[in-house]
């Protein structure tokens, strides 16, 4: 019965039957038969199995009183090609490890070779080729087969032997002196001594095998140090902290979806088709009827496509034509120029490539999902080239959208300068926060679940609200023949359908223009909700979140279950629908810490086509996971869960002797640790032991990452100025995003909404025009220039720019100064010659509006291309696109003749810039005009300089509050891995010394010196034991002369490579005189 249900589940597919049957039978190699032995040997000939095993080669090893036997057996059916082997190797046991190799699917093979491409060349290749099919694209598959040809030539392929390590010696001999001492025991099976010394070969074999393992494994971890900007290593991080979402259990579990699925690979592929691709006709799309757009009928320029060339994944899938991204950014200038006019060619007949339209469509089990075909993602590959042209258009879509404020202040999801976080936001401020409600009220969150909204939606929904947002014939006409004669096929655990005709409906995921063609299927929803009284909502992609902020069950009930009507009457004519099942209603009623929850049962009861939304106790938006009774243990669940498999990751990847160094593990911790907590705790009302829990959570992930014990006193673990509290984090996540909300229409709108006044509290701003913006280009500002912990690089930075504009007259400085006795400051303007060009006053105390009056006043007037101002807040301003009121009535006025290229350039204050220096003076002079200073004036000076550089990003406030708490430097990195976690050993007071291990062990050891029997803590065994000269020294050096508890101190603030490594050495020789490990 066992070989029938393993046949029937097989079906026509290989099938493989492997154990160990024990049943004595003459056709497996055993003198006698049994009854189970003959009934086995009768179904495999029933079944029509195969037996692969060899009676020659038994499989168990005899003994002194039994003969060697076979009762492993391997049957086999529609398997052709199998082979069997007993490789004679039994590790210690009496049954020999046996072999089956089959030969079955087109799965490829585990290793891959590794290929080589040198880019160079390729773009050398490129330039030589002299055919039509390079300088013009006509063909553009021939020019794909052209490119596909020089990569060939251009890329090497590694042998497979260069990859083959060499075996360890001593365990080759090993396994070799086993083999000798096994052919003589099957001569002499009486000799004991013999089975003896197998059995100890055996055991040192497994150990020293152990010993390779954890040296084999050390020797990667150490590789991973140098390649952590490798993709890899990340790959392989990710998978070692949470197996279940790799790749590889990826396709695992889908080979076991296909395999328990009953039907052929046809009825397969035909299911899949069915359930995700559907069998829609096709429908004709309706033409143009909007307004002309020249601005968006444009030619698209080269510039155009090299700035979507450098925004490109290099790691992103190739489609069917196979190019790549990273063949693409490698095109030469030649290239990209005759791909900008094909891309025009096809910009403006309105027609895409066949090889563009074609996906390749496979299949990704969702998590936490189960193993089921309905649980399954479609993901479209398609060509990148495709995606490039793609990536250009949405560019235009989105500036047009935005520019003409098309998108509705409600609709969130995948918009420039907006994020799920605001979502979040509003949440938060209306809901957990209660700032729009009575604490009686019952508040209500609703989570509308649309089912396969973007596989769904309807063609003709898109292009008609396309109609309406005048984006021009052009793009229109692209987007129309991007719907049009769509093919894919689908492939699935090495099974792959025919070409298949899409019909009407679906945008394809995977596609650059599916999020905005599905943004604009949704357009008409916002407005539609926002008549309804006293409901809140917001859009991100098919996520639709709708809130009650208070009010009786009854109102809450009409309110959400009118939403719920309008979102079906809305979506469904669009081809999509509401999932009851899936959506979700919580009733947010926060109860006090240890008080019941009430057990009235709730009067609320909503219904989506016919069907009742369930009432869950905690819901999750967009991340954000929120409870009905307003506590957060789910949230501190999780992220406990999550820092121990992170420092479970470190543990395994890194120790005190081998593994990632501190900076990287440093990586690891915010990567998975820091990146999860900031995401949603800024949003939850957390109470003081929760903030505490986190804290908690927060020091044992770095304190695991510097190798350092759980008991390192609080005091000393802040001194090394590594880590932010919960409290900063939270603080720098809530200014990056009120700064980021600040630059859109958008972000403005929900601050205001919410009462915020971020945006307003340095004064209004206003969008500098296009055409003015242009000529202004701000490179990235440095980083890391704070005027108290990073002096020597703002030194650094001031002699790099004297020397670039040393002899420039191209070149103009600016500065500003507030006037003492009226709410005013002037602004003056220098050339590199310290000669005042132009100088005025703008009426502001704000320092920041008064240096963008000065760039904009450097900018009208003068002529030079290089203006130099010690204002971050200012430069930002500038590249942001949004000054002041003042800055732009002057901007404004610059005639057209005058405008040119320009270059805002940051300089650090007070750091030794002489045109800096010069301005400053200028402005100050202009300022207190025969007056003289007092110190209210150097007061006011300091104010202005901190509001000029004021820290607006999330890693500028992160690094103040580290900066301010370090004390002791870092290791150098000359130390290796032992000698760097030693350092920060005795920087935390916590390195092995014979009291500390006394309370730890006070079975195993004392607090006595081994030298001088006194209490030995760590500044006895490191310098104030009288004895200490007679211990012994692994190092030539001197040890360092310190008597006293400063000079230690000052030992440990050194940053000297030096004077580090003798410090580390004095502590190792001090705990091997102690009988301790030193790490």
Known sequence: SLFRKAIQVANKQPLVIVGDFNAHYSAWGYGTDHRKGRLLWLDAQQEQLTLLTDPTHPTRMGNCVSVDTTPDLTFTKNASGATWLNTQENLGSDHFIVATTIQTGPAKPKGKPIHLTDWDAFRQFQRNKNKPSVSEIVDIKAWVDSLQQNIMQATKTIPEEANIQ??????????????????????HKLNRSLRKRITMLNKQIEDYAHQLTCQNWHSACDGMEAQIGM?????????????????????????????TYPGSDKDLINELKNRYLGNHPKM????????????????????????AIHGLRTHSASGLDRVTNKTIRNLDDDSIEALTRYFNKCWETGHIPEQ?????????????????????????????????????????????????????????GFRPK????????????????????????????????????????HHETILT????????????????DFFTDRTAIITVGGVTS??????????????????????????????????????????????????????????????????????????????????PQKSELLLYRPTCRGRKTSSIPPQITLRSNGQDIPIVSSIRILGLRIQANGHNNEVIKSLNSHVHQTTRLISRIANRHHGMKETNLLRLVQAFVISRIVYATPFLQLKNDERSKINLMIKRAYKQALHLPITTPNEKFEALGIHNTLDELIEAQRIAQLERLSQSPTGQHILQ???????????????????????????????????????????????????????????????????????????AVLDQQNQTIAASSVITTSPEVAEEVAIALAYASSSTKFIVSDSKSAIRNFAKGRISPEALKILVQVPETRRRWTQLVWAPAHSGLPGNEAAHSAARELAIRGRTTTSHDEQLESLRRLGRNRMVSYKEVLQYYRQGREHYPAAHKNLDKKQSVTWRLLQTHTFPNPVRYSHLYPERYTADCKLCAGRADLHHIMWACPLISTQKRTSSLPPLPITTLEQWETALLSSDPDLQLRVVQMAEDAAKAQGLAAA
């Open 166 to 187: 060499a075996a360890d010696a001593k365990l080759l001999h090993m396994w070799e002196a086993k083999d000798g001492l096994q052919r003589r025991l099957n001569r």
């Open 231 to 259: 993709a890899k290593t990340w790959r392989i991080l990710r998978c070692l902290l949470d197996p279940e979402n790799s790749k590889t259990t990826q396709r695992h579990n889908l080979s076991k979806i296909i395999h």
């Open 284 to 307: 004709p799309l309706p033409s143009y009827t909007g307004d002309p757009n020249p601005i968006m009928d444009e030619p698209i320029t080269a510039a155009e496509v090299r700035e």
């Open 356 to 412: 563009w339209k074609e996906a390749k469509i496979v299949m990704i089990p969702k998590p936490g999902k189960r193993l089921e075909l309905e649980n399954l993602r479609p993901i479209s590959l398609t060509s990148c080239l495709g995606k490039l042209l793609e990536h250009i258009i949405l560019t235009r879509l989105n500036k047009h959208m935005e520019d003409h404020d098309l998108y509705p202040h409600t609709m969130i």
């Open 418 to 457: 907006l994020s799920t976080q605001d979502i979040m936001l509003q949440i938060k401020h209306q809901i957990i926060d209660g700032d729009h409600s009575s604490e009686l009220d019952t508040q209500a969150i609703l989570g509308l679940d649309l089912t396969k909204a973007f596989d769904n939606v």
């Open 465 to 480: 609200q396309l109609n309406k947002l005048r984006i021009g014939f052009r793009a229109y006409n692209y987007i129309k």
């Open 498 to 579: 025919e070409s298949i005709s899409l019909g009407n409906r679906g945008t394809p995921q995977g596609s650059v223009l599916s999020p905005y063609l599905f943004n604009v299927a949704m357009l008409g929803l916002p407005s539609k909700l926002a008549k309804i009284p006293k409901l809140q909502h917001s859009l991100y992609a098919d996520d639709v979140t709708l809130w009650v902020t208070g009010g009786s069950d009854g109102e809450i009930q009409e309110t959400l279950q009118t939403a719920i009507d309008v979102v079906n009457e809305y979506v469904t004519p669009k081809g999509l629908s509401c999932s």
């Open 753 to 827: 909404s919410l009462g915020i006044t971020y945006n307003t509290q340095f004064g209004p701003k206003l969008d500098i025009p296009i055409e003015l913006r242009k000529h202004i280009h701000v490179p990235p500002l440095p980083k890391n220039t704070h005027p108290l912990y990073n002096q020597e690089r703002r030194k650094e930075r001031a002699r790099t720019l004297q020397k670039r504009f040393a002899n420039s007259k191209d070149v103009a400085y600016v500065d500003a100064a507030e006037y003492r006795d009226r709410d005013a400051m002037v602004v």
